[in-house]
């Protein structure tokens, strides 16, 4: 006879939401951790509140006690109030519903979960003002100094807040969590890195948290749709909370991860790795104004910051090559390969036509033998108004380039055939024009994406520039051509 079936004992757990996210995503993440940590935790949606089901298991609370201690390192009343946690932890008696309410009698909540929870709504219209006042200035009068919880909730918001991902510049510091899609299952203890810093402004290093979560994520397969925070102003001066807004970065992420998609991950990791390269307090300027365009465009991707982004290197790239700027390596190898370039272009507008290499290869040779001038000539592509002078301008410049190649190759210099070759090139571009020159995004994002093309492949030669050789398209026409140029 076969054995009886092996039933594991199963325990539903019920989230209530409370409407304050950030506090609402610690709570889910922390009960999810909490009993079912060591195990996989289902979670689904159910409008008003979550169910989190799995097996049974025994809480392990080392587990719990070291999360813990990564949250007392970023939150002084969760290091005051370990003891009480300690109590909570090693009661037994838990309730399967968490309405996250306050109570009358109760432990006082963190200030990181929101201000909200400790001096009560945001005055009488909750829409009135997006910025809480939290615990100085003018503020809610009330007799009360916080809202009190239940100990079990304090215990599971106070496991989830752990989980956040702290991100500070100058007195703004903001603690961030992934927020899940409508079901999901949770499989083992969440592992990301949860400490980020950069001196171009909070929203960067917010931004910089949430990609590397994502990137973090890859693995886990887990579908994050956004990431709730909670930012607070100086010396708790006042706090605000709700969502990053970053659904279009998870979505692009969620997809490239369903289909294996490494151009676009591996884009992600190239401007995770210049944010990240970019947070020392040296930094120079423009390269923190580059940081904070690239985090807008991973917030929003939209024309304006590809351009600026485009504008922004060319600047840092010529300043490099008669003095020393903090960040310019890092500046310099931002998109430096071309399927990254036609991976942000896809991100902005995913119909415009390829650039064609062998163009932007020869424009790139001919700016580099200009090595003063060549700054003046970009900037004459970049203020470009229509596709008709874009391409002649072109032309023109590779004309020029071609004719000293001839020169410093030892060749009797030849006019009429650098001015065919160049017109043969761009003649490449102007077979794009019924799908460029009647619309003035197209027509702006492609430049924009030509020209960051053509950075990727310019070869400076002056010692004081130290952006590494770009990586290109290695295709075998193309090889030849580089090692015949």
């Known amino acids: 006879m076969l054995p009886a079936k092996l039933k594991l004992a199963q325990r539903p757990y019920r989230v209530y939401k409370t409407g304050i996210v950030f506090y609402d995503a610690a709570r889910l993440i922390g009960v999810a ?14 409008g008003f509140y979550w169910e989190i089901t799995g097996v049974a298991v025994k809480r392990d609370t080392e587990q719990v006690t070291w999360v813990l201690e990564e949250g007392k390192r970023k939150s002084h009343d969760l290091d005051q109030k370990s ?6 932890m090693n009661s037994g008696d838990f309730p399967q519903d968490f309405e996250g309410l306050p109570v009358h009698k109760g432990y006082p909540a963190l200030k990181e979960f929101d201000a909200g929870l400790q001096y009560g709504p945001r005055g009488v219209d909750p829409l009135s003002d997006a910025i809480v006042i939290s615990s100085q200035g003018t503020k ?17 918001a106070s496991v989830g807040f752990s989980f956040s991902a702290y991100a500070r510049s100058g007195d703004q510091r903001t603690y961030i ?7 999901f299952v949770l499989s083992g203890f969440l592992t990301y890195a949860r400490g980020f810093r950069h001196p171009a402004g909070g929203f960067v290093a917010e931004i910089l948290a949430a990609l590397s979560i994502l990137l973090d994520l890859v693995m886990r397969r887990l579908p994050v749709k956004d990431f709730a925070f909670t930012r607070i102003f100086g010396q708790n001066v006042y706090s605000s909370s709700g969502f990053l807004g970053l659904e279009r970065l998870c979505n692009l ?18 401007l995770r790795a210049f944010l990240s390269q970019t947070k020392s307090p040296k930094t120079n ?12 465009f991973l917030a929003n991707p939209n024309v304006d910051a590809l351009t600026m982004i485009e504008r922004l290197k060319a600047r840092i790239l010529a300043a490099s090559q008669s003095q020393n700027i903090s960040g310019a390596f890092a500046a310099n190898r931002l998109l430096n390969r071309s399927e990254f370039i036609k991976e942000v272009g896809k991100m902005v507008q995913s119909n415009l036509p390829e650039v ?10 001919a700016l580099a033998l200009d090595e003063k001038g060549w700054m003046n000539q970009f900037t004459r592509l970049e203020n470009a108004t229509n596709f008709s002078q874009f391409v002649q301008q072109i032309e023109h410049i590779i004309s020029r380039g071609l004719y000293r190649e001839q020169q410093e190759q030892g060749q009797q210099p030849d006019i009429r055939r650098a001015l065919t070759s160049a017109k043969d090139l761009a003649n490449k571009l102007r077979e794009m024009s019924e799908a460029l020159q009647d619309d003035d995004k197209s027509f702006r994002t492609y430049k924009a994406i030509f020209l960051l093309d053509v950075l990727s492949r310019q070869r400076l030669t002056r010692s004081q520039c130290q952006s590494a050789t770009p990586e290109s398209v290695a295709t075998p026409d193309q090889t030849k051509t580089e090692k015949e140029g």
């Not at 951790?33 to 159910?46: K, P, Y």
């Not at 809610?140 to 599971?156: C, D, G, I, N, Y």
């Not at 969590?177 to 079901?183: A, G, K, N, Q, Y």
């Not at 992420?253 to 190239?270: E, M, Y």
């Open 33 to 46: 951790h909490f009993f079912l940590g060591t195990a996989s935790a289902e979670v689904e949606d159910r």
């Open 83 to 88: 003891k009480q946690l300690e109590e909570v």
């Open 140 to 156: 809610p009068k009330r007799k009360e100094k916080q809202f009190l919880l239940p100990s079990h909730e304090l215990a599971a």
């Open 177 to 183: 969590l992934p927020v899940f899609t409508d079901r």
């Open 253 to 270: 992420w969620w997809i490239a991860v369903q289909a294996s998609d490494d151009n676009v991950l591996n884009l992600l990791r190239d």
């Open 285 to 296: 300027e423009q390269v923190q104004s580059l940081a904070r365009w690239v985090a807008d």
């Open 356 to 365: 064609p290499w062998q163009v932007s290869e020869a424009l790139a040779r």
